[in-house]
Nanobody, 110 residues
Framework: QVQLVESGGGVVQPGGSLRLSCAAA????????LNWFRQAPGKEREAVVT??????NYAESVRGRFNIYRDSAKNTVYLQMNSLKYEDTAIYYC?????WGQGTQVTVSL
């Protein structure tokens, strides 16, 4: 089974940027099928970036601010997050089919 490890979270001011990484280990993956989710305090986990029917889909709340980059050679996917808002504060998880990473905390705060 593939193991997923997220990194790159932290504390950033509103309007700032962060880049999250999700590295897969244990087997080679098709990076197209690695998706990003997040869970804010007191809320359900929601999809941020998903891949379906050959297309990458961004949640409406992040469209135009977040971009996903896939590096198949490194078995890694990156989530570039720009123009961060308070409401982007959450634990961010990557998911590959039934495998989840442990999550990385993103906090947007002054």
């Amino acid at each position: 089974q593939v193991q997923l490890v997220e990194s790159g979270g932290g504390v950033v001011q509103p309007g700032g940027s962060l880049r999250l990484s999700c590295a897969a280990a244990g087997s080679r993956i098709n990076t197209n099928f690695l998706n990003w989710f997040r869970q804010a305090p007191g809320k359900e986990r929601e999809a941020v970036v998903t891949y379906l029917n050959g297309r990458t889909n961004y949640a409406e709340s992040v469209r135009g601010r977040f971009n996903i980059y896939r590096d198949s050679a490194k078995n890694t996917v990156y989530l570039q997050m720009n123009s961060l808002k308070y409401e982007d504060t959450a634990i961010y998880y990557c998911k590959y089919f039934s495998s989840w990473g442990q999550g990385t905390q993103v906090t947007v705060s002054l």
